[in-house]
């Protein structure tokens, strides 16, 4: 690309130049097309020098905190004048008259605090009005007489405690959300054309039927962030609405019916309503539904559930705020992306169920595996002949009790009816019902669809004095105990070896079910252990002990599983017992004593031993004939030749005869030779 020569850029700048306006204040930028900009320019007073055909006048974000009517005296033909974020407290009487063709007018994020009756006179065009985001506590009653071409009016966000009546005919937008207005009725309303109405936090506990009944135009409703506990039956009537929003009201559960004439919606939010989960098929009431928005809901992604997912990309619906629509429940999905979970995801069950009813057959259901989240498999006790269960069946009362109606489930003896895994929590009992739809039967202090409510009123009875509480299972791959103690429990894995010979190990979950921590633990156990024994366990307590095949997941492998109670600390008894800890620790410096005398008795032996040997040695390489001076103890002086008696304190030479024990031999010992004219060495102390 060739660079521009100056004769272009001189051309450029004629362009730009003719563009702008010759009249323009130098803190603003003005073209030819009637916008004019004095953006944060830290102005604390309107611009002085506006060109008169200025229509579009951009002044916010300075600090202007007071108008002028003078200020506007010659832009009659200003359409669209923007104030916001300023620092105005008040509007002047009659200072906006001269602008009687401006449309738009937002003073929206000031500090404005009261409109007078003549706040907007003279504005006999103006169709918007942003009033929203200032600290206006009062408004007058005439404040907005003459205004009848008004098409939006935003008062959110501000203070104001008392609405004047609007009479407003050709008013379609209104906002009035966050003030401390009372609730509303027709008579506050006069607006028969109005689209969109919102009135989000306000603390309304109900909608005014008679004006929602007058306002069949609406489009629009926002009720969102009330105390809202129902929807009011006038809802219904309400064809025309396209965009609903009930977020942040205690409602905690919608009802089908309550929607069924909304077929135009096009947008719904049922954000942060305390939902679980949504009827299947709820949202077929919305064939032209769009925009879906159901955040910060707990929703118990369980089978019931399964169908969203699928729906929402069927539909093509878009899901907003994904990131804030996740899993609260079971806890292996909590966190999880509510419509990112597979139909697997939702713990349903894998086999297809047909019931049938047997009349007044005396034939009961066929029992059913169920898995509790610790994985615990019970026995489903049969129905009795009566309609009411037996109490003899139960093992325990249940808070949660379901009538039991005779069906058969047909199929082949070997087909198990598996409940899903992680359904029922607490150890509570997962059983199908006479509609093949998932039951928890939940033993106290549990409640809940899913036993997951504690009743903090129930007094567990006391536990029986029994060491073991095993409850059976239905298939013969279960576990069983071999030996209980205190803080261990043995266990038989035998058959479940057995009947599993592939498996590449076995994945025990136990959890304490006496604790306040329930949390379950999880060992890895090689199949050529037929028997495991946990340890570390705590006193007189209620152990649930679950095997699966390792690598399988859990919520796709099928459990086998006891229940198994640690027997209580024993008391000491009233016999004395002597500590044997007490005596081996009295024993050790004795045995330590010993083994010292020993070795100091060894060392010494081996010494003797090596000096008897080193003292032999030269007695036997230097064994002479003994000479007859020797014998007489005389000695020859090489010095003088004479001969001098043998002092008797002198020691002769050892012999064979004189190497004893007793005898000590000198340090340093020399040889005496036979010859006679060599006196032997003398000793050290001579």
């Not at 007044?360 to 049969?382: A, L």
């Not at 409940?419 to 150890?427: A, E, F, R």
């Not at 791959?477 to 030996?483: E, G, P």
Request: charged share 15%; glycine share 4%.
């Amino acid at each position: 690309m060739r660079p521009l020569s100056p004769l272009s850029h001189l051309i450029l700048f004629h362009l730009l130049c003719g563009s702008l306006s010759s009249r323009c204040p130098q803190e603003c930028m003005c073209n030819s097309n009637g916008f004019n900009f004095c953006v944060q320019r830290n102005l604390s007073n309107m611009p002085r020098g506006l060109p008169s055909s200025t229509k579009n006048l951009y002044i916010f974000q300075n600090n202007i905190n007071t108008l002028q009517q003078q200020d506007f005296t010659e832009l009659g033909e200003l359409r669209m004048l923007d104030l916001s974020q300023n620092a105005l407290s008040e509007i002047p009487d009659a200072v906006f008259s001269p602008l009687s063709s401006l449309h738009n007018l937002d003073l929206s994020s000031n500090q404005i605090t009261h409109i007078s009756k003549d706040s907007f006179a003279g504005l006999v065009n103006l169709e918007r009005l942003y009033l929203y985001s200032n600290h206006i506590q009062s408004i007058h009653p005439a404040a907005f007489e003459g205004l009848e071409n008004l098409l939006e009016l935003k008062l959110q966000g501000n203070q104001i405690s008392v609405l004047p009546a609007l009479q407003l005919p050709k008013l379609l937008h209104l906002d009035l959300s966050y003030n401390s207005i009372p609730p509303i009725g027709p008579k506050d309303l006069q607006t028969p054309h109005l689209e969109s109405l919102k009135i989000a936090g306000l603390r309304l506990t109900s909608l005014n039927e008679e004006l929602l009944s007058s306002l069949m135009n609406l489009h629009v409703l926002d009720v969102s962030q009330n105390l809202l506990v129902e929807i009011q039956p006038t809802l219904k009537a309400m064809g025309g609405l396209r965009t609903l929003n009930l977020t942040g009201n205690p409602l905690r559960s919608i009802k089908p019916e309550d929607f069924q004439n909304l077929v135009n919606l096009l947008e719904l939010d049922l954000s942060n309503l305390n939902l679980q989960g949504f009827p299947e098929g709820f949202f077929n009431l919305f064939p032209k539904l769009e925009k879906l928005t159901a955040a910060e809901n707990p929703f118990n992604c369980l089978c019931p559930l399964a169908w969203f997912p699928a729906w929402v990309k069927d539909a093509q619906i878009e899901l907003l705020r994904m990131e804030e629509t996740r899993c609260h429940f079971p806890p292996i999905n909590s966190g999880k992306f509510l419509a990112r979970l597979e139909h697997k995801d939702f713990g349903c069950p894998t086999t297809t169920i047909e019931l049938t009813s047997a009349g007044t057959s005396s034939t009961t259901s066929k029992p059913t595996n169920s898995t509790t989240p610790s994985g615990t498999t019970h026995v489903i006790p049969p129905a009795p002949p009566s309609e009411m269960p037996s109490a003899d069946t139960d093992s325990f009362p249940l808070s949660q009790t379901t009538a039991f109606s005779r069906e058969i489930i047909e199929g082949s003896e070997e087909e198990d009816i598996i409940c899903p895994s992680n359904i029922c929590l607490n150890g509570g009992t997962c059983i199908f019902d006479s509609n093949g739809v998932v039951v928890c039967l939940c033993p106290p202090p549990m409640s809940g669809p899913y036993c997951e409510i504690q009743n903090p009123s129930f007094f567990p009875p006391p536990s029986p004095r029994v060491s073991i509480e095993t409850i059976a299972t239905v298939q013969p791959s279960t576990i069983s105990s071999l030996h209980i103690t205190s803080t261990s429990i043995s266990l038989d894995l035998h058959r479940y070896i057995h009947t599993r010979p592939h498996i590449r190990g076995i994945r025990l979950t136990y959890r304490n079910l006496s604790g306040p921590d329930r949390r379950p633990l999880q060992l890895n156990v090689p199949p050529t252990y037929p028997e495991y024994t946990l340890r570390g366990l705590q006193p007189n307590s209620t152990y649930s002990v679950c095997a699966s095949p390792l690598g399988e997941p859990v919520h796709v492998s099928v459990s086998a599983c006891m229940e198994a109670r640690t027997t209580g600390i024993p008391h000491s008894s009233p016999v004395p017992s002597f500590n044997r800890t007490e005596q081996s620790s009295s024993l050790t410096p004795i045995v330590a004593a010993v083994a010292v005398v020993m070795v100091v008795a060894i060392v010494a032996t081996v010494v003797v031993i090596r000096r008897r040997r080193r003292l032999k040695a030269p007695v036997d390489t230097d064994l002479h004939e003994t000479s007859p001076l020797e014998l007489e103890g005389v000695k020859t002086s090489p010095e003088n030749g004479l001969t001098h008696p043998k002092p008797n304190d002198i020691t002769p030479c050892p012999s064979l005869v004189q190497n004893t024990l007793e005898y000590e031999t000198p340090l340093i010992q020399g040889k005496c030779p036979a010859n006679n004219n060599v006196a032997c060495t003398k000793p050290l102390y001579v």
